[in-house]
């Protein structure tokens, strides 16, 4: 990283590789050229207008989880006709937003939620596209924190109601059932889950069938995962394998289009948290880095035990390596990015990286200790 690029901007910010960017979407634009699948960018994971502005440029749909974010796709680009809305607990408010914007899909979480959209749409004379969320009850071995699809989670509508809920759907003279929608869960770095996601919606497409509905798409949702261990080695996320294993194992009907929604896998590489030392503490048994980001800036590590690998970005190359740990300034023991990190004998006012912050980084900043939100740079 030149750190030459950084002068003058005000620290704890978030910086953005517009390029390697660009690259992700190339691979993106090149595995799925010519498919029936349908990317869409999920807007949760960063929403940072310029970038929105670069997603949407590339003809990708968003899915959006608040009124605020179906307003900001909008005006960042996005086809409302690609724009997806997706939430268990939508209020009226935000369901107007999205019925007069004219919103491409409804992502229906519950049985009870079919009625309410259903005299809301009725009000606003519109006809909403939806589709079913279902619950496929599969583990996809992440942190309990962001696995989603398990019976246990409120998410979705449970396999045993989806008949009821499509009974339903149909009687509505103002929805229109598109399609069905799942995720299974978020940093998702093995194939299996997604493979068996597939099986269980052909299960239900054949069900469905026999029935008499037919769909025009299916969602799979986002969850592919990223290498936080490893950013320059693997900057891209494998999408051909991951394209690939959906392509492989659903099975589509002609004019069937399967959807996603990913977020990490778009913007985490791109995205570091940049950092000043404010000193460097001597204790009796360890060493701390104390750095001006904190927990409020990057609330992964304190939330989920996740590690954003650190590096010192203003060190020349041959200084000697020590052992730190790498602390906030927040008033909480859990503001810590790293313990026993092995850094270059560091200083105050260097600088420090925290990498593969791109995602759900700045997009769960708070103001706790009544702290700035971080600013950011796009080069
Ligand atoms: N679709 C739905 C319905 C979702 O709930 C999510 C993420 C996504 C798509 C996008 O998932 P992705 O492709 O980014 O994995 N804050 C946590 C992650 C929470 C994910 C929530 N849902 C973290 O920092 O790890």
Same mark, same amino acid.
């Given at each position: 990283?030149?750190?030459?690029?950084?002068?003058?901007?005000?620290?704890?910010?978030?910086?953005?590789?517009?390029?390697?960017?660009?690259?992700?979407?190339?691979?993106?634009?090149?595995?799925?050229?010519?498919?029936?699948?349908?990317?869409?960018?999920?807007?949760?994971?960063?929403?940072?207008?310029?970038?929105?502005?670069?997603?949407?440029?590339?003809?990708?749909?968003?899915?959006?989880?608040?009124?605020?974010?179906?307003?900001?796709?909008?005006?960042?680009?996005?086809?409302?006709?690609?724009?997806?809305?997706?939430?268990?607990?939508?209020?009226?408010?935000?369901?107007?937003?999205?019925?007069?914007?004219?919103?491409?899909?409804?992502?229906?979480?519950?049985?009870?939620?079919?009625?309410?959209?259903?005299?809301?749409?009725?009000?606003?004379?519109?006809?909403?596209?939806?589709?079913?969320?279902?619950?496929?009850? !599969?583990?996809?071995?992440?942190?309990?924190?962001?696995?989603?699809?398990?019976?246990?989670?409120?998410?979705?509508?449970?396999?045993?109601?989806?008949?009821?809920?499509?009974?339903?759907?149909?009687?509505?003279?103002?929805?229109?059932?598109?399609?069905?929608?799942?995720?299974?869960?978020?940093?998702?770095?093995?194939?299996?889950?997604?493979?068996?996601?597939?099986?269980?919606?052909?299960?239900?497409?054949?069900?469905?069938?026999?029935?008499?509905?037919?769909?025009?798409?299916?969602?799979?949702?986002?969850?592919?995962?990223?290498?936080?261990?490893?950013?320059?080695?693997?900057?891209?996320?494998?999408?051909?394998?991951?394209?690939?294993?959906?392509?492989?194992?659903?099975?589509?009907?002609?004019?069937?289009?399967?959807?996603?929604?990913?977020?990490?896998? !778009?913007?985490?590489?791109?995205?570091?948290?940049?950092?000043?030392?404010?000193?460097?503490?001597?204790?009796?048994?360890?060493?701390?880095?104390?750095?001006?980001?904190?927990?409020?800036?990057?609330?992964?590590?304190?939330?989920?035990?996740?590690?954003?690998?650190?590096?010192?970005?203003?060190?020349?190359?041959?200084?000697?390596?020590?052992?730190?740990?790498?602390?906030?300034?927040?008033?909480?023991?859990?503001?810590?990015?790293?313990?026993?990190?092995?850094?270059?004998?560091?200083?105050?006012?260097?600088?420090?990286?925290?990498?593969?912050?791109?995602?759900?980084?700045?997009?769960?900043?708070?103001?706790?200790?009544?702290?700035?939100?971080?600013?950011?740079?796009?080069?």
């Amino acid at each position: 990283m030149d750190i030459k690029i950084f002068e003058g901007e005000k620290t704890p910010f978030y910086y953005y590789d517009r390029e390697l960017l660009e690259r992700t979407l190339d691979s993106i634009e090149a595995c799925t050229a010519g498919t029936p699948m349908k990317v869409h960018y999920a807007i949760k994971a960063n929403a940072t207008p310029e970038l929105l502005r670069i997603i949407s440029a590339r003809g990708l749909g968003a899915d959006c989880v608040s009124g605020n974010e179906i307003d900001l796709a909008v005006e960042c680009g996005f086809d409302p006709s690609k724009i997806y809305y997706a939430g268990v607990g939508k209020t009226d408010e935000e369901i107007v937003t999205g019925l007069r914007h004219g919103i491409g899909c409804f992502n229906i979480e519950s049985i009870e939620e079919i009625d309410i959209l259903s005299q809301l749409a009725s009000k606003e004379g519109k006809k909403a596209t939806v589709a079913l969320r279902i619950n496929p009850n !599969i583990d996809a071995h992440t942190h309990e924190y962001i696995t989603t699809g398990l019976k246990e989670n409120k998410f979705g509508i449970d396999l045993s109601l989806v008949e009821e809920a499509v009974r339903k759907v149909k009687e509505s003279d103002s929805l229109d059932l598109g399609g069905l929608h799942f995720h299974i869960g978020s940093q998702i770095t093995i194939s299996e889950p997604f493979r068996i996601l597939c099986e269980r919606i052909n299960e239900l497409k054949t069900k469905l069938r026999l029935n008499g509905t037919e769909l025009r798409f299916f969602n799979v949702g986002g969850g592919l995962g990223i290498d936080y261990d490893h950013p320059d080695e693997n900057p891209i996320p494998d999408f051909r394998a991951y394209f690939d294993t959906i392509l492989s194992n659903i099975d589509l009907d002609e004019n069937q289009e399967v959807h996603c929604e990913l977020g990490r896998a !778009i913007v985490g590489q791109c995205g570091s948290l940049i950092s000043k030392v404010v000193l460097v503490k001597k204790g009796l048994e360890k060493s701390f880095i104390i750095v001006d980001a904190g927990m409020s800036d990057l609330i992964r590590p304190a939330l989920y035990g996740a590690h954003h690998k650190i590096e010192n970005i203003s060190a020349g190359p041959d200084t000697p390596i020590k052992t730190y740990d790498v602390v906030g300034p927040i008033c909480e023991s859990s503001d810590v990015f790293g313990k026993d990190e092995l850094l270059p004998e560091t200083k105050r006012g260097e600088l420090v990286a925290f990498r593969s912050a791109g995602a759900y980084g700045s997009a769960m900043a708070s103001r706790y200790n009544m702290r700035d939100i971080p600013g950011y740079l796009i080069k």
